[in-house]
């Protein structure tokens, strides 16, 4: 019945939703150096715009860098004249009142993620300690509170490579340029040619401490950040034994306009994977002007409807209200079980997602002091065309067109003394005029509350589209920024 060959759609339908929410924010990815696609089953295109919101926040995560980066004491000496030799230390160093004016992203082709970080304004607290050996057997030594006023810009070009099929980002190529660097003591009465002295003396050296400390942790961060979304990337894609491989298959494409990733998609199943047949993924399928496209092959949907079915998941039971066959007569109180007899195919064709099925209807009769009785049961092959969209958080299902071939029937009621043409005849027209739309009546906000379990209407999803065509599907979006996903990730790295 093509109750259940809707069930299986839709449930691909939904991990298809929910994988291309799972990855906003996400950059890019490879395995090994390969130039071709075929054991790609998903890709992941985030174009310029897409990359313009995520950067809106950006400065939050450098923030968080500067924060978390450890400042070592900085020590030193030189010989003066007159003075003789003098020695310094900074210690117990760090930050306050740290601001960032703007932040810019660019895509340099084949090369890298450039980000831009303008007028990062910080000040560095701590305690100088400072002495000199003079000449007529002049000592001194002194401790006073500092601060050193900051303004820097930073430029971090980002590379990413991969190791075991996960992001690494690179951030080594990475420079922090100042344009304020102002030495303040305290507790000094007339502290001014102290304070030029050492700042003379510490000024290149503080620049090389922040530069090799902020970078460091700007590259800890990023990393971090990639296996952050790539975690909650496959908690999306995990539903009890089921789930999706989503290592990546091929080096990355960084182009002038998008950036994109390559995964294989393929199932797992109790621990067990499956083997994706060759990709037909071509980089010319996909195009630029929204901001993120996710392309899936449809053997990557029909290994789901596969382990959907392995773990007895598509069997629905209507009972009552929700499954009234006829009104007023002997059937009106019944119990309908709907279930697959083999695991749904799934093609995808300009017309639509084609679910292929045969499944089993058995009708039971509701009696209040005795166990069911089986009214009638039969088996049919079903081909059902299905277009899905999602609006205002909703999960919307549209059976554009369905085929019944009937194979079998066995009845307890007086059915069964109806010719066999009248027979599949009135199964055919249980099945268009009452099965599909009730299923489907069902399914739609069943899933839309799975979906958004899994926090999918946590996102501002912008004019959404699922695209149909020969093996593929294509979901194309535009998106205001995840900013339930930044908090996650900020409590994270606290």
Known sequence: ??????????????????????????????????????????????????????????????????????YPDIKGEKIMFLLGKVSYGLHNIQISNLSI???????KKDKSIDIAIQNVSVIF?????YGYHGGWLLRVQQSVDFEIDTSINLQINTRLTCDGGRVQADTSDCYLSFHKLALHLHGEKQPGWLEQLFTDFISFTMKLILKGQVCKEINVLANIMA????????????????????????????????????????????????????????????????????????????????????????????????????QHSS????????????????????????????????????????????????????VTVIQASYEDKKLILDLSDFQIHHKSFHSASTLCKQSQESIQEFLKTLTAMVGIPVVISWLEPALTTLLNSKGLDLFDIINPEII????YLVLQMDFGFPQHLLEDFLQTII
């Open 1 to 70: 019945m093509t109750n259940h060959s809707l069930l299986g759609a839709q449930r691909t339908m939904l991990v298809v939703v929910l994988f291309s929410l799972a990855l906003l924010g996400t950059t890019e990815a490879c395995k090994g150096h390969s130039t071709s696609f075929t054991q790609t089953g998903i890709v992941c295109r985030i174009t310029r715009p897409a990359t313009l919101v995520l950067n809106q926040e950006t400065t939050k995560v450098i923030q968080r860098a500067f924060q978390r980066a450890t």
């Open 101 to 107: 004016a703007s932040s810019q992203v660019d895509l």
């Open 125 to 129: 607290k701590g305690t100088l300690q």
């Open 227 to 326: 296996d952050f979304v790539q975690k909650k990337a496959a908690l999306f894609l995990t539903d009890g034994d089921i789930g999706l491989d989503i290592s990546l298959t091929r080096a990355p494409a960084i182009k002038d306009n998008y950036l994109e990733s390559h995964h294989k998609g393929v199932l797992t199943y109790k621990n067990q994977s499956s083997i994706l047949p060759d990709s037909t993924y071509n980089p010319s399928l996909l195009g630029d002007s929204r901001m993120l496209y996710f392309w899936f092959s449809d053997k990557v949907l029909s290994s789901l409807a596969k382990a959907a079915f392995l773990d007895k998941r598509l069997m629905l039971t209507l009972t009552g209200d929700e499954f009234k066959i006829f």
């Open 331 to 382: 059937f009106s109180d019944s119990q309908v079980e709907v279930r697959s007899l083999t695991a749904p195919q799934i093609i995808c064709q300009p017309e639509g997602t084609t679910v292929k099925s045969s499944v089993s209807v058995e009708i039971r009769l509701l009696h209040q002091d005795r166990a069911p009785t089986v009214a009638f049961s039969f088996e049919e092959d079903i």
């Open 468 to 471: 149909t065509n020969k093996g």
